[in-house]
C-alpha cells in the first residue's frame, strides 16, 4: 500500500512513497536549525487570548496553527476567521477544522469590530473559512464585517479571502466595503495546485485577483506561495510572473511546515538565504512590497506592508 508522501526528487517532483520508505526518509524532514527558535514567554499572549475567547472569535493563528502565534498575540494582533471554524474544502497543507459548517453568526460583525476596538488595532486582518454552502460564498458577511470594524475604529482593513468560485459578484460585494488591501493566496504553483488544494484552480485564483483590480483599481492586491511543497524556483519565478502580469502589489513567501502527520509532507526546507534571494528576484520584477523568509505567512506584521495602501 502507498501513501501520499512527498519526496524531492532532485528535479523539483513529487513521488510516492511507501510507508517503509516514508519511515525512513523521516530524519531528512527534521527541522533544521533555522527553524528552531525558543518558545516566547505566554504571558504577553494572555490578554488576547481572553479577548478572543470572552467574545467568541476565531483566528486565523490558533485555527491554523501559526507558528507565529505568540508573537502576533503578545503584540495584541491577530488575524480573525470568520463564518465559522469549519472550512468546505479539504486542502491538504491547511490545519483548520473540515466538514458541514454551522450556521452563519449575524452578531459576529459586531463581536469582532469589539475586539479590534479594545485591541486598539490600527490595521485589521479578516479572512474566513471557505464556504461553499452559503449561495455568496460569506461575501456580505465579509463585507458587514468590514463596515463595522471601520465604523467601531477607523483601522484600515485587509481581507484574505476564498476564491468564491471566482463569482464576479461575490467579489464585488467584498470590495463594496472598501477594504484597503484585498488578499488571496495562490499557495502554490500551478503544477501542485490539485496536489495542495485539490478542490482549487489556479487560473480561478489569479482571476479573483484580477476581478478585483478592475473593481477597485485603488485597492491594493496582495497574494502568498507556501514554499518547500516541491516546488523548483523556475516555477516560483514564472508564478510571480503570473502575479505581476495582473497587477498584484503585496507579496508574501513563507516556508510550508506540516501542521500534523496528516497534512502534507514537507519536501524541502529553504534556508534563508534562498528566501532573501527570491524576495531580491521579486523586488525587481516590481512588487511593492515583498515579505520572504521562512515565518512569513500571509498577515505576518501586515499592518507594515499595508502602510503603502495608507500613503497611497
Same mark, same amino acid.
Given at each position: 500500500?502507498?501513501?501520499?508522501?512527498?519526496?524531492?526528487?532532485?528535479?523539483?517532483?513529487?513521488?510516492?512513497?511507501?510507508?517503509?520508505?516514508?519511515?525512513?526518509?523521516?530524519?531528512?524532514?527534521?527541522l533544521?536549525?533555522?527553524?528552531?527558535?525558543?518558545?516566547?514567554?505566554?504571558?504577553?499572549?494572555?490578554?488576547?487570548?481572553?479577548?478572543i475567547?470572552?467574545?467568541?472569535?476565531?483566528?486565523i493563528?490558533?485555527?491554523?496553527?501559526?507558528?507565529?502565534?505568540?508573537?502576533?498575540?503578545?503584540?495584541r494582533?491577530?488575524?480573525?476567521?470568520?463564518?465559522?471554524?469549519t472550512?468546505?474544502?479539504?486542502?491538504?497543507?491547511?490545519?483548520?477544522?473540515?466538514g458541514?459548517?454551522?450556521?452563519v453568526?449575524?452578531?459576529?460583525?459586531?463581536?469582532?469590530?469589539?475586539?479590534?476596538?479594545?485591541?486598539?488595532?490600527?490595521?485589521?486582518?479578516?479572512?474566513?473559512?471557505?464556504?461553499?454552502?452559503?449561495?455568496?460564498?460569506?461575501?456580505?458577511?465579509?463585507?458587514?464585517?468590514?463596515?463595522a470594524?471601520?465604523?467601531? *475604529?477607523? /483601522?484600515?482593513?485587509?481581507v484574505?479571502?476564498? %476564491? =468564491?468560485?471566482?463569482?464576479? +459578484?461575490?467579489i464585488?460585494?467584498? &470590495?463594496?466595503?472598501?477594504?484597503?488591501?484585498f488578499?488571496h493566496?495562490?499557495e502554490?504553483?500551478?503544477?501542485?495546485?490539485?496536489?495542495?488544494?485539490?478542490?482549487?484552480?489556479?487560473?480561478?485564483?489569479?482571476?479573483?485577483r484580477?476581478?478585483?483590480?478592475?473593481s477597485?483599481?485603488?485597492?491594493?492586491?496582495?497574494?502568498?506561495?507556501?514554499?518547500?511543497?516541491?516546488?523548483?524556483?523556475?516555477?516560483?519565478?514564472? *508564478?510571480l /510572473?503570473?502575479?505581476?502580469?495582473?497587477?498584484? %502589489? =503585496?507579496?508574501?513567501?513563507? +516556508?510550508?511546515?506540516q501542521p500534523? &502527520?496528516?497534512?502534507?509532507p514537507?519536501?524541502?526546507?529553504?534556508p534563508?538565504?534562498?528566501?532573501?534571494?527570491?524576495g531580491?528576484?521579486?523586488r525587481?520584477?516590481?512588487?511593492?512590497?515583498?515579505?520572504?523568509?521562512?515565518?512569513?505567512?500571509?498577515?505576518?506584521?501586515?499592518d507594515?506592508?499595508?502602510?503603502?495602501?495608507?500613503e497611497?
Open positions: 500500500m502507498s501513501t501520499l508522501r512527498a519526496s524531492d526528487d532532485g528535479a523539483g517532483l513529487l513521488k510516492v512513497l511507501t510507508p517503509d520508505q516514508v519511515a525512513d526518509d523521516a530524519p531528512r524532514r527534521r533544521p536549525s533555522w527553524l528552531k527558535r525558543p518558545i516566547p514567554a505566554s504571558r504577553g499572549t494572555y490578554f488576547t487570548q481572553d479577548l475567547a470572552e467574545l467568541g472569535l476565531e483566528t493563528c490558533e485555527s491554523g496553527k501559526c507558528p507565529n502565534r505568540s508573537e502576533c498575540w503578545t503584540r494582533t491577530a488575524t480573525f476567521m470568520v463564518l465559522g471554524e472550512c468546505t474544502r479539504p486542502c491538504g497543507f491547511c490545519a483548520v477544522k473540515r458541514k459548517p454551522e450556521a453568526a449575524l452578531d459576529e460583525p459586531d463581536r469582532l469590530a469589539e475586539a479590534c476596538a479594545r485591541l486598539g488595532l490600527k490595521h485589521v486582518v479578516i479572512t474566513s473559512v471557505t464556504r461553499d454552502d452559503l449561495p455568496d460564498g460569506g461575501a456580505d458577511h465579509f463585507r458587514r464585517c468590514i463596515l470594524v471601520r465604523a467601531k *475604529t477607523g /483601522a484600515t482593513i485587509e484574505l479571502t476564498p %476564491d =468564491f468560485d471566482g463569482n464576479t +459578484q461575490a464585488d460585494t467584498v &470590495l463594496a466595503g472598501e477594504p484597503e488591501v488578499n493566496n495562490l502554490t504553483v500551478a503544477r501542485l495546485q490539485q496536489y495542495v488544494r485539490r478542490k482549487s484552480q489556479y487560473a480561478v485564483t489569479l482571476g479573483v484580477e476581478l478585483a483590480m478592475k477597485a483599481p485603488k485597492v491594493k492586491t496582495k497574494s502568498g506561495l507556501m514554499l518547500g511543497l516541491g516546488e523548483t524556483t523556475e516555477e516560483v519565478l514564472e *508564478t /510572473a503570473d502575479l505581476r502580469s495582473i497587477q498584484v %502589489d =503585496f507579496l508574501t513567501l513563507g +516556508q510550508y511546515l500534523s &502527520l496528516k497534512h502534507l514537507v519536501a524541502r526546507y529553504l534563508p538565504e534562498e528566501f532573501d534571494e527570491l531580491r528576484m521579486a525587481s520584477m516590481g512588487f511593492l512590497e515583498v515579505a520572504s523568509a521562512p515565518f512569513v505567512r500571509s498577515s505576518y506584521h501586515a507594515e506592508m499595508a502602510a503603502h495602501a495608507v497611497g
